[in-house]
T-cell receptor, first 111, second 112 residues
Framework: DAKTTQPTSMDCAEGRAANLPCNHSTISGNEYVYWYRQIHSQGPQYIIHGLKNNETNEMASLIITEDRKSSTLILPHATLRDTAVYYCIASYTGTASKLTFGTGTRLQVTL | DAGVIQSPRHEVTEMGQEVTLRCKPISGHDYLFWYRQTMMRGLELLIYFNNNVPIDDSGMPEDRFSAKMPNASFSTLKIQPSEPRDSAVYFC??????????FGSGTQLSVL
């Protein structure tokens, strides 16, 4: 898996968009970018993933740069319940799903 | 679906005792993973199965740890004998689609 780099922590005001960056400059062509989050004392939760196109679902949007060396997870209207550790993972999974979690970004959403 | 079910939620035991953690994956999922989380080491993959067969156990710390998946709906992670450094939260996850893992609520293990 390619190494990813994320800021240790970020703050966001409730109702604002939270933009969480991730650097994966050594990503290879067949590696996907995955985002998970872990709310305190719960198991990690899948958010979104993509290969090279931008993706959007009911939880978030994923913007991947054209060179694929970085990406941004966007929570369009952050709420207090979005306070969590967010993990960005670059991984080739093929038919398997072996994911290696790093230290992630601790997002604190405040009033 | 009830999601991935782990038991027990909390386990407190004494050093040297055998500990068995249990997991029921989501029905129909063909991959099952065991992770361990500590403050020092974060989330570590211990072992994963595909169609009940262990595929990669390179993350298992040592011979005291063993995992089995006797059928598609049940897996166990056993530690024998347990040591204080095994204290952690142990997560089980299952998967069908590429990279999309569903995690259980975890077992908080404390070895005294």
């Amino acid at each position: 898996d390619a190494k990813t780099t994320q800021p240790t922590s970020m703050d966001c005001a409730e109702g604002r968009a939270a933009n969480l960056p991730c650097n994966h400059s050594t990503i290879s062509g067949n590696e996907y970018v995955y985002w998970y989050r872990q709310i305190h004392s719960q198991g990690p939760q899948y958010i979104i993933h993509g290969l090279k196109n931008n993706e959007t679902n009911e939880m978030a949007s994923l913007i991947i740069t054209e060179d694929r060396k970085s990406s941004t997870l966007i929570l369009p209207h952050a709420t207090l319940r979005d306070t969590a550790v967010y993990y960005c993972i670059a991984s080739y999974t093929g038919t398997a799903s072996k994911l290696t979690f790093g230290t992630g970004t601790r997002l604190q959403v405040t009033l | 679906d009830a999601g991935v079910i782990q038991s027990p939620r909390h386990e407190v035991t004494e050093m040297g005792q055998e500990v068995t953690l249990r997991c029921k994956p989501i029905s129909g999922h063909d991959y099952l993973f065991w992770y361990r989380q500590t403050m020092m080491r974060g989330l570590e993959l211990l072992i994963y199965f595909n169609n009940n067969v262990p595929i990669d156990d390179s993350g298992m710390p040592e011979d005291r740890f063993s995992a089995k998946m006797p059928n598609a709906s049940f897996s166990t992670l056993k530690i024998q004998p347990s040591e204080p450094r095994d204290s952690a939260v142990y997560f089980c996850a299952s998967s069908l689609a590429r990279g999309k893992l569903f995690f259980g609520s975890g077992t908080q293990l404390s070895v005294l």
